[in-house]
C-alpha cells in the first residue's frame, strides 16, 4: 500500500501515515512537475482527505512518470511536496485571466477563494491589490505633467491619471469605480459587501485582461500567421 505522512484535517493527528489508494495527475508545471490529488485514509481516525501534491525538485519524478504514483517504493514524501488536502477553498470557480505573472495570478487566485468562501473584505482587498500590481508599471520612470509622488503610490488617485493620459482605455473607466480615491474602498472599514467584491473582481479581471491577456494572445497570433508564411525550408 502505497503511504504519505501528512497532518490529519479530520481528526488533528501530525505527521500520522495515510494509505493513499488512488491518484489522479491534473496538472503539468514547467513541462516536468506534475500535480495530483491523492485520496488518503488516516490511520488514526480511518477517515478519507483528498490531498493536493506537487512533485519535488528533490525527488526522482523521472522515476515517478515512468512507474506511476501509486507505484513507488518506499513513501510518497520522498517524491512529492503536500500542498494541503481539498476543501471549501478549492470551489473557486473563478479562473484568473490567461498569461499573468505568477505574483499576480497568486493574488487573484487567493481572492477568489476568498469570494468563495464569503470572506469580501479580503477577496476585495487582493482583487484591489491584483489592480494595483498591474498598474504600477504602467506609469512612466520620468517626471510627467501631472504625476507626483501621491499618485505613483495610491491606486484610487493612480487610474484617473492613467485614462486622462491615455495610457488605459476609456472603455474601463466605468468599471473603475469601484476603486476609490485614498484606498476609501470599503476595504479598510471591513465593509465590503458580496456586491462590492464582486465589482472588484470585474474590474481587476477584465484590466488584467487588457494588460497581460490580450497583447500575448495577439503576439502569439502573429507567430502563428509568420510561421504559415514563411515555413521552414
Known sequence: MTEL???CPRCGSRHITFDVTAANAYRIEYGWQYWYEAFGICRHCDRTTIFVLSESVNGNYDHV?????????GSLNNYVDVKGPISLKDTASVEPPEFLPKEVESVFREGATCLTVGCYNAAGTMFRLCVDLA????LPTEEAPGL???IRRDLGLRLPWLFENGRLSDSLKE???CIKEDGNDGAHAGNLS?????DLLDFSAALLERIYTEPERLRLAKERRDARRNPPK
Open 5 to 7: 505522512v501528512a497532518n
Open 65 to 73: 512518470h515512468k512507474v506511476g504514483l501509486l507505484k513507488v517504493e
Open 135 to 138: 498598474t504600477r508599471s504602467m
Open 148 to 150: 507626483n509622488s501621491k
Open 175 to 177: 468599471l473603475s469605480s
Open 194 to 198: 458580496e456586491a462590492d467584491a464582486v
